[in-house]
T-cell receptor, first 115, second 114 residues
Framework: AQSVTQLGSHVSVSEGALVLLRCNYS??????LFWYVQYPNQGLQLLLK??????LVKGINGFEAEFKKSETSFHLTKPSAHMSDAAEYFC?????????????FGKGNQVVVIP | DAGVTQSPTHLIKTRGQHVTLRCSPI?????VSWYQQVLGQGPQFIFQ???????GRGNFPDRFSARQFPNYSSELNVNALLLGDSALYLC?????????????FGPGTRLTVT
């Protein structure tokens, strides 16, 4: 079954420093991978998606992620953290079973930006 | 354009009661999915509907049920509520429920069971 793993529930980063959130996937078929962000008391907002086109995917708010099949990874990065990046980030894989596209999420990373 | 809307935003129920949560998808989207997000965890898939038919069901007990209406809106029903059902319930819509189409999430309904 398809799944994703996110390590390190809380990630602290200084303002202006690199943001790196790790996601490893497990899939028996070519996966569709997504990163979502969740601000307090809100739903999930799509940051970016990988659907077997370019391996380097650019998303909103300056985020990007690189699909590496050899490492089964889809890590999320942003060169310079802003205070507004403080939120929870979820990696997800689309599990294509019987014609549906249910998402299997990781446990998430709570990002804290230190001024 | 309006995004995914959910109602109510917050709800407090007592153990044993039942609850109905509602979702309206983005205009033109025919697929609706429901997810449960317990505090501190990632969302867990409950149901997916496409063109009023159930396309998938997650590992949830039969107390959970859902349906989709001709206008593609959806209801999630939970019977015999337990304390463990307290969570944020998220609705997501997508164009046709296939893997390449991303899901857009609503703001969620926060359910508290006391």
């Amino acid at each position: 079954a398809q799944s994703v793993t996110q390590l390190g529930s809380h990630v602290s980063v200084s303002e202006g420093a690199l943001v790196l959130l790790r996601c490893n996937y497990s899939s028996s078929v070519p996966p569709y991978l997504f990163w979502y962000v969740q601000y307090p008391n809100q739903g999930l907002q799509l940051l970016l998606k990988y659907t077997s086109a370019a391996t380097l995917v650019k998303g909103i708010n300056g985020f990007e992620a690189e699909f590496k099949k050899s490492e089964t990874s889809f890590h999320l990065t942003k060169p310079s953290a802003h205070m507004s990046d403080a939120a929870e980030y979820f990696c997800a894989v689309s599990v294509a079973i019987y014609g549906n596209n249910r998402l299997a999420f990781g446990k998430g990373n709570q990002v804290v930006v230190i001024p | 354009d309006a995004g995914v809307t959910q109602s109510p935003t917050h709800l407090i129920k007592t153990r044993g009661q039942h609850v109905t949560l509602r979702c309206s998808p983005i205009s033109g989207h025919k697929s609706v999915s429901w997810y449960q997000q317990v505090l501190g965890q990632g969302p867990q898939f409950i149901f997916q509907y496409y063109e009023k038919e159930e396309r998938g069901r997650g590992n949830f007990p039969d107390r959970f049920s859902a349906r989709q209406f001709p206008n593609y809106s959806s209801e999630l029903n939970v019977n015999a509520l337990l304390l463990g059902d307290s969570a944020l319930y998220l609705c997501a819509s997508s164009f046709d429920g296939q893997g390449t189409y991303e899901q857009y999430f609503g703001p969620g309904t926060r359910l508290t069971v006391t």
